[in-house]
């Protein structure tokens, strides 16, 4: 990957490079912590919403704590729905060895709830010698793409997110391990949220694609045609041109802004040991071109309210 370094004069405290045309910059000469000082952060926080990925190298001082701190500058970090975090963390940590740690499905993260993060912060821990790249995609560019009568019809549509998803359907090989753990963990408890298809970011006000493979259906279209709207709007958000692709190294963190983009783990490592944690802070109901928002259409307490109205129907 050959990145040139462009100087950006919105951020004079920060020694900046984009990584790629349309996606993606990389912050040198910086030691992100807790403590970083008011006026550095503020032009982190906007070079996140303009690059939509930051990628910072060297950051090994970072421990499990010191990781949710920084985190916790942005706004209120919040563990997994239903994967368990290390203990005494608020930690969403992917590990290869484990059953569920390759997230090799382009998506954005937690959309089977309303308010879905809006940051995460992602820390490697462990980094094979080869493989494991991650590629990010720009959503608000790939809407921003479309042809405006197309934009006109997407602006109207909702869609339905689950975290019980056709695990295998972007996979050629499914191994049984990780089938087990998709549904013992991730599945553990099922949540639903319906989401405008077309979502106003709430700090930049840009217009972006929020689908990706938690997507379940489109409201008001049969699976068949859900599958092919699907299908033509995803494949504009992952046109290589839309993307960023980033060569781990030990110690790494990325931060990218969850509202305007997707994301994909590359598999490609082998049996290596990859260990990332990721650090996620909560977001806002999402908020559509005519105003309607994101709603809960199913969540596990949901599910025990109805069983605890059907014992005391039944006594």
């Known amino acids: 990957m050959t990145a040139v370094k462009t100087a950006d004069t919105d951020f004079p405290l920060l020694n900046l490079r984009r990584v790629a045309g349309n996606i ?15 006026e550095t952060f503020a032009q982190v926080e ?21 990781h949710q701190a920084f985190g916790a500058r942005f706004g209120k970090i919040v563990p997994h729905p239903t994967v368990p ?11 290869a060895s484990k059953g569920g740690g390759r997230a090799d499905s382009w998506h954005t993260d937690v959309t089977f709830v309303d308010a ?42 909702r869609a339905v997110h689950s975290n019980d998803y056709d695990y295998g359907a972007e996979r050629t090989v499914v191994e049984t391990h990780r089938l087990a753990h998709h ?36 409201v008001g279209f049969s699976s068949r045609e859900s599958a092919q709207l699907f299908e033509l709007l995803q494949n504009r958000i992952i046109r290589l ?22 994301h994909y783990a590359v598999n490609d490592y082998d049996t290596q040991p990859r260990v990332v944690r990721r650090v996620t802070v909560e977001g806002e109901i999402a908020v559509g071109v005519d105003g309607s928002k994101s709603r809960t259409v199913s969540r596990p307490q949901d599910a025990a309210n109805s069983a605890e109205s059907a014992v005391s129907a039944a006594s």
């Open 241 to 262: 041109d839309n993307t960023v692709r980033w060569q781990w190294q030990q110690d790494d963190v990325v931060i990218w802004d969850n509202r305007s983009t997707q």
């Open 24 to 38: 993606g910059a990389e912050i040198r000469d910086i030691r992100l912590s807790a403590d970083l000082d008011a």
């Open 183 to 218: 549904q013992k963990v991730f599945v553990s408890a099922l949540w639903e949220a319906e989401h405008p298809v077309v979502h106003v970011h709430p700090v930049s006000g840009e217009r972006a694609l929020l689908l990706g493979h938690f997507v379940k259906r489109l």
């Open 46 to 66: 906007a070079a996140l919403v303009k690059y939509k990925v930051l990628f910072f190298r060297q950051q090994g001082h970072l421990t499990d704590a010191e």
């Open 116 to 157: 879905f993060p809006k940051i995460s912060i992602l820390r490697g821990v462990t980094i094979p010698e080869y493989g494991g790249d991650t590629v990010w995609a720009n959503t608000a560019r790939a809407y921003e793409q479309l042809p405006e009568t197309l934009k006109r019809f997407v602006d109207t549509l």
């Open 85 to 95: 975090s290390p203990e005494g963390t608020k930690l969403f940590e992917l590990d």
